[in-house]
């Protein structure tokens, strides 16, 4: 059985998908840009402020469904711009601590709303 969960605190999606959903013992959180939930706005600023908004957006999510960053087991970075990476990597260290989630990175030629950034993440619930 699959149960959907919204978060206040993170932004409303855009299109018809649901924020995370449930199956099991695994959440799929939907992917994520920097979306400031107060303004409905992507952030100002560089691929860094939109990465630590995504950051924040799914730290919500987690959170509104009793989770944290420390279940994510697989993350899914989608970039316009390949050279972000190290960025991303600082601030993936910032959030993430070993042993760190599996992940891939996937550079694209857009995102929704310009976006520099989108992720999404896979998280699990301990039993």
Not at 42 to 54: D, F, H
Request: no cysteine; net charge neutral.
């Amino acid at each position: 059985m699959k149960k959907v969960y919204y978060s206040n605190k993170a932004p409303k999606p855009m299109d018809p998908y649901s924020q995370a959903v449930r199956v099991g013992d695994m959440l799929y959180v939907s992917g994520q840009i920097g979306i400031d939930s107060e303004t409905n706005k992507l952030v100002k600023g560089n691929a860094e402020e939109e990465m630590k908004q995504v950051f924040k957006n799914i730290a919500h999510i987690l959170d509104s469904v009793g989770l944290n960053l420390t279940s994510v087991v697989k993350v899914v970075l989608y970039m316009n711009d390949i050279g972000d990476s190290s960025i991303f990597n600082e601030i993936y260290a910032m959030n993430f601590h070993k042993p760190y989630p599996a992940r891939s990175s996937f550079a694209v030629s857009s995102l929704p709303m310009g976006a520099k950034v989108k992720m999404d993440v896979i998280a699990h619930y301990e039993s």
